[in-house]
């Protein structure tokens, strides 16, 4: 089970922590991640990590604004966002999946948190 926390409302420039807590899984070999779909658009990879350690990916659309980091002993995932943009709007999702395994066709998701940038 995932369970996302964090959205809100902020002006353009502003910053937010989303938090994903998850529970149930085998938090140590994974790849986990925060996706986000915005009105009439595709759900899209913003950034997602192999919980075991090694290279991270973003979107390019985000990166040196987004940080995605974890705390493996709480088995939190975290997406801090700074400097957001009126594009970044959307619902987002936190994602667990089999490493190597389709995200958008084999992962768990939690039930998404809404980020709204004005």
């Known amino acids: 089970q995932l369970v996302e926390s964090g959205g809100g409302s902020v002006q353009a420039g502003g910053s937010l922590r989303l938090s994903c807590a998850a529970s149930?899984?085998?938090?140590?070999?994974?790849?986990m991640g925060w996706f986000r779909q915005a009105p009439g658009k595709e759900r899209e990879g913003v950034a997602a990590?192999?919980?075991?350690?090694?290279?991270?990916y973003y979107i390019d659309s985000v990166k040196g604004r987004f940080t995605i980091s974890q705390d493996k002993a709480e088995n939190m995932l975290y997406l801090q966002m700074n400097n957001l943009k009126p594009e970044d709007t959307a619902v987002y999702y936190c994602?667990?999946?089999?490493?190597?395994?389709?995200?958008?066709?084999?992962?768990?998701w939690g039930q998404g948190t809404q980020v709204t940038v004005s």
């Open positions: 994602g667990s999946w089999r490493c190597g395994m389709n995200p958008y066709s084999d992962a768990d």
């Open positions: 149930g899984v085998t938090y140590n070999s994974i790849c």
């Open positions: 990590l192999y919980t075991g350690g090694g290279p991270i």
